[in-house]
């Protein structure tokens, strides 16, 4: 076990330096920060001077290697639009994101569940048919479309709803929570919906086919032959044993959850990390876009290496 | 289904009406002012937010002509050797300060200083001298007509409270103090600031002239997907979006509780040639002679393009043909030289087949997707046009990160150019445009192409310390008979402004598309 974590997180290191590898590649197609630092009346001293002042003038790998050195010792340097240093932005930003990732991983998880058992059971019925139809939609619908359908009905005809933004926050310590307010939570409503349907429909049919599959073994048989209800059948018996799969997406859907939040963030104008991406993309601001996905591919290992450690930990015949 | 009752009657449970006051307005727009600091960026979003919150010597009014703000007059000081100002007695800084002689000497170091942005306005500037507490000298090292009128966005900071807080200097890099903080002596304060979040404002009880609004509070949120400012506009969750996508302006004029506001800007969307380059860089006919170099191909091409369906089909009617490099609102636009080559696609043929390309030529046009109002789509069209007179025309479009360097790097045989002069003065465009490119000089930055003619050259020092206006204007008239003779560039339309507000709101919309608060009530 001990020597699998290590190899394991060896590994996620090797990932994590080929992906920052890659960043920086690509940084250089992104485009060029000078023109948008620098005013009109620039002039071509006045690039030139910028540029190495920044490092921008040397190869990506240079870069690349003093990002990770200041990284490292923790300094993720300044951004380039804001003057301010990239660390205190991203945590500034960190809570919208991780609230909404979360209320929408509850929402995707206890809704995904619950029809996926009840399309399982009533598999014929009419419901189970209507909503396995419309988790077509949720699956094959583009995030942004969602989006941008639920503000036009709930925010600009009906009214109900916020169009953007986070409503007011409470502010402890550090970490701004909109958890709090009416206005918060009123806030939180559409876009966790938006970012949680596409989970939701694709834990439901995961469920749902688990669930077909397992009521077929013969120990659920011989549970209704000992005379246990319907329910604890369904719940102990058949829905426990498809978890090991539903774990699995869940978790990686959880890290999905936080990186595909971009989208989201954006058509809600949700100010959250997604949207500081979006937002240093189009101003080329590198140190924000480098810390961003540096943190978005530790998350994503992370997470991986959890779910296998979780595996090994849930199905006892992993263990060899 | 399941899921849209959940929101609904989550929504009906949580429906709470948050609604603000009558004098909050709150606004959005696609970029957030990056810093606070009047000095250290020169740009749009920075300048015409701090406008609301600074003042400099000068200001312009709702038609652009300046006016007395910080400085209550001025005059030439002998025969042109700069301009002295005297300065408004009376006027506090939002903490209290008073306004002196020192602050706009003060201002005038930091913003001329090579950390600063802005330091091209004072090229001109030989030194300032403070005679006394509210008389201020400002020498140029040549005459200098326009002077006054070129520094409406130089605004004034307080020493004292620069000095305190150590932010004599700004740091666009690591930032400092007066990256998120304001003090200014103008209208609004900034109360509340979150970089890219939201900027609120409050009026300052202190400030010296009469408040012509009824704002109690502003607030400010960048909005950067179309999409969804248009939805918060008409959800009516802000109170005025800037601007309003073209193709969604019928949607919101016809909505009731909103309307669009539209004009037209100071920037004029042009196209401009590799001038310079011997070769034609993106061709099937590698190793000839670059057709642009022929003047007739360049009259062929201004002959070619039907600016009027641009306008109509592309900005829906909103913009306005250009003839020159300036729209007729600027000081400077020459009468003279109002007609614009007229559409005739026969001509242009014959022009081509004169200079020896009666069987065409491709070329390659480069064009930002994501700079000017539908700039792609106009593109597009250009090169449509293009080919029905024979030329082929490879276009390649691209997000303006990427698009200076390529121009930077004369990777280009046609371009599209939007040009929004600083000054509001046809000397702008000519310096940075049309004069042959001199770094030392500072001169002709912007003009990528590298077109060059000695009698512009000469003419521009002139125009800028010409005392005289209608001897200034003749020789702008001759500049302008030169650039358009030459086919330098082709004007092609002044981009339109299109602000989308609620019914209750009214404002003034001025062409260099700042928002000012000061104009502004809500009933």
């Known amino acids: 076990m001990f020597s699998f974590v290590i190899r394991r997180i060896l590994q996620a290191l090797l990932v994590l330096l080929v992906v920052g590898l890659v960043a920086f590649a690509m940084f250089n197609f992104i485009g060029d920060p000078i023109d948008n630092m620098l005013g009109q009346e620039r002039t071509q001293e006045d690039v030139d001077r910028l540029k190495e002042r920044l490092g921008l003038d040397q190869p990506f790998v240079v870069q690349y290697a003093k990002f990770l050195l200041a990284a490292a010792q923790g300094n993720f340097g300044v951004s380039y639009e804001q003057g301010r240093p990239v660390a205190d932005i991203l945590a500034e930003r960190a809570p919208a994101t991780l609230e909404l990732a979360a209320v929408s991983g509850v929402f995707a998880l206890t809704l995904g569940i619950v029809l996926g058992v009840f399309t399982a059971i009533r598999r014929d019925g009419f419901w189970a048919n209507v909503i396995m139809t419309l988790s077509l939609v949720g699956v094959s619908l583009p995030t942004f479309l969602i989006g941008i359908l639920l503000i036009y009905l709930f925010s600009v005809e009906l009214d109900w709803l916020p169009s953007f933004g986070r409503g007011d926050t409470v502010q402890i310590g550090g970490w701004s929570t909109g958890l709090l307010t009416t206005s918060g939570l009123t806030a939180l409503i559409l876009p966790s919906i938006t970012l949680g349907l596409y989970q939701m429909t694709l834990i439901m049919r995961l469920v749902r086919s688990e669930m077909l599959e397992v009521m077929r073994q013969d120990y659920i048989r011989f549970a209704r032959a000992r005379g246990l209800s319907e329910r604890t059948v369904t719940f102990r018996h058949a829905l426990k044993n498809t978890m090991v799969p539903v774990i699995t997406v869940t978790g990686l859907q959880l890290g999905s959850l936080i990186a595909f939040a971009i989208i989201t963030e954006s058509v809600f104008q949700w100010p959250g990390m997604g949207l500081l991406f979006i937002n240093a993309i189009q101003f080329v601001d590198i140190p924000v876009m480098a810390a961003y996905l540096m943190m978005i591919s530790v998350m994503f290992v992370a997470i991986n290496l959890i779910v296998d450690i979780l595996y090994v930990a849930v199905d006892p015949r992993l263990r060899t | 289904?399941?899921?849209?009752?959940?929101?609904?009657?989550?929504?009906?449970?949580?429906?709470?009406?948050?609604?603000?006051?009558?004098?909050?307005?709150?606004?959005?727009?696609?970029?957030?002012?990056?810093?606070?600091?009047?000095?250290?960026?020169?740009?749009?979003?920075?300048?015409?937010?701090?406008?609301?919150?600074?003042?400099?010597?000068?200001?312009?009014?709702?038609?652009?002509?300046?006016?007395?703000?910080?400085?209550?007059?001025?005059?030439?000081?002998?025969?042109?050797?700069?301009?002295?100002?005297?300065?408004?007695?009376?006027?506090?800084?939002?903490?209290?300060?008073?306004?002196?002689?020192?602050?706009?000497?003060?201002?005038?170091?930091?913003?001329?200083?090579?950390?600063?942005?802005?330091?091209?306005?004072?090229?001109?500037?030989?030194?300032?001298?403070?005679?006394?507490?509210?008389?201020?000298?400002?020498?140029?090292?040549?005459?200098?007509?326009?002077?006054?009128?070129?520094?409406?966005?130089?605004?004034?900071?307080?020493?004292?409270?620069?000095?305190?807080?150590?932010?004599?200097?700004?740091?666009?890099?690591?930032?400092?103090?007066?990256?998120?903080?304001?003090?200014?002596?103008?209208?609004?304060?900034?109360?509340?600031?979150?970089?890219?979040?939201?900027?609120?404002?409050?009026?300052?009880?202190?400030?010296?002239?009469?408040?012509?609004?009824?704002?109690?509070?502003?607030?400010?949120?960048?909005?950067?997907?179309?999409?969804?400012?248009?939805?918060?506009?008409?959800?009516?969750?802000?109170?005025?979006?800037?601007?309003?996508?073209?193709?969604?302006?019928?949607?919101?004029?016809?909505?009731?509780?909103?309307?669009?506001?539209?004009?037209?800007?100071?920037?004029?969307?042009?196209?401009?040639?590799?001038?310079?380059?011997?070769?034609?860089?993106?061709?099937?006919?590698?190793?000839?002679?670059?057709?642009?170099?022929?003047?007739?191909?360049?009259?062929?091409?201004?002959?070619?393009?039907?600016?009027?369906?641009?306008?109509?089909?592309?900005?829906?009617?909103?913009?306005?043909?250009?003839?020159?490099?300036?729209?007729?609102?600027?000081?400077?636009?020459?009468?003279?030289?109002?007609?614009?080559?007229?559409?005739?696609?026969?001509?242009?043929?014959?022009?081509?087949?004169?200079?020896?390309?009666?069987?065409?030529?491709?070329?390659?046009?480069?064009?930002?997707?994501?700079?000017?109002?539908?700039?792609?789509?106009?593109?597009?069209?250009?090169?449509?046009?293009?080919?029905?007179?024979?030329?082929?025309?490879?276009?390649?479009?691209?997000?303006?990160?990427?698009?200076?360097?390529?121009?930077?790097?004369?990777?280009?045989?046609?371009?599209?150019?939007?040009?929004?002069?600083?000054?509001?003065?046809?000397?702008?465009?000519?310096?940075?445009?049309?004069?042959?490119?001199?770094?030392?000089?500072?001169?002709g930055s912007w003009n990528f192409g590298g077109f060059s003619n000695a009698r512009v050259d000469e003419l521009l020092p002139m125009v800028q310390s010409e005392i005289d206006d209608t001897k200034r204007q003749a020789m702008i008239d001759e500049t302008v008979a030169i650039y358009q003779s030459e086919h330098a560039y082709v004007p092609l339309y002044v981009q339109p402004l299109v602000w989308g507000v609620r019914d209750n709101v009214e404002l003034t919309q001025r062409p260099d598309n700042f928002f000012i608060l000061r104009w502004v009530t809500m009933n």
């Open chain 2, 1 to 443: 289904m399941l899921m849209f009752r959940y929101a609904a009657i989550s929504a009906l449970a949580l429906a709470c009406a948050s609604a603000a006051t009558a004098e909050t307005i709150r606004w959005a727009g696609t970029t957030d002012p990056q810093t606070m600091d009047p000095h250290a960026v020169n740009s749009a979003p920075v300048l015409g937010f701090l406008n609301n919150v600074f003042e400099g010597l000068v200001r312009r009014g709702k038609d652009m002509s300046v006016e007395p703000a910080l400085a209550t007059s001025w005059e030439p000081i002998g025969d042109g050797e700069g301009w002295r100002f005297t300065l408004r007695e009376g006027v506090k800084f939002h903490d209290g300060a008073e306004f002196t002689a020192e602050d706009v000497l003060f201002s005038y170091q930091r913003a001329s200083d090579e950390a600063s942005d802005t330091r091209s306005w004072f090229a001109p500037v030989s030194g300032v001298n403070v005679i006394d507490d509210f008389t201020v000298d400002i020498m140029t090292s040549a005459p200098n007509p326009i002077f006054p009128d070129s520094i409406a966005n130089w605004m004034i900071m307080d020493s004292g409270w620069a000095e305190t807080n150590s932010a004599t200097l700004p740091d666009k890099e690591n930032g400092n103090y007066a990256t998120l903080n304001a003090n200014g002596t103008g209208a609004f304060m900034v109360t509340d600031r979150q970089p890219g979040l939201s900027t609120t404002l409050t009026p300052f009880g202190g400030w010296w002239d009469e408040a012509e609004h009824n704002i109690t509070e502003a607030t400010f949120t960048p909005i950067d997907n179309p999409a969804t400012a248009v939805a918060a506009l008409l959800s009516g969750d802000v109170d005025m979006i800037n601007p309003v996508p073209i193709q969604d302006a019928a949607r919101v004029d016809q909505r009731d509780g909103t309307k669009v506001i539209r004009g037209i800007e100071a920037r004029v969307i042009m196209l401009g040639f590799g001038h310079e380059a011997d070769q034609l860089k993106y061709t099937a006919m590698a190793g000839e002679k670059n057709p642009f170099q022929d003047v007739r191909v360049r009259e062929a091409v201004a002959k070619a393009i039907n600016v009027d369906a641009i306008r109509q089909t592309i900005m829906r009617g909103s913009a306005e043909e250009a003839s020159q490099l300036v729209s007729p609102a600027m000081r400077g636009y020459s009468d003279a030289n109002a007609a614009r080559t007229a559409y005739d696609p026969e001509g242009a043929k014959a022009l081509l087949a004169e200079a020896g390309y009666a069987d065409g030529f491709s070329f390659g046009l480069k064009c930002p997707n994501n700079r000017y109002l539908n700039d792609e789509a106009v593109c597009q069209a250009v090169t449509g046009m293009l080919a029905q007179v024979g030329i082929s025309a490879e276009l390649d479009a691209m997000p303006v990160q990427n698009y200076w360097p390529e121009l930077r790097a004369d990777n280009f045989d046609m371009y599209l150019l939007g040009w929004s002069p600083g000054t509001f003065d046809h000397e702008h465009p000519v310096r940075f445009l049309v004069t042959t490119p001199n770094a030392e000089k500072k001169l």
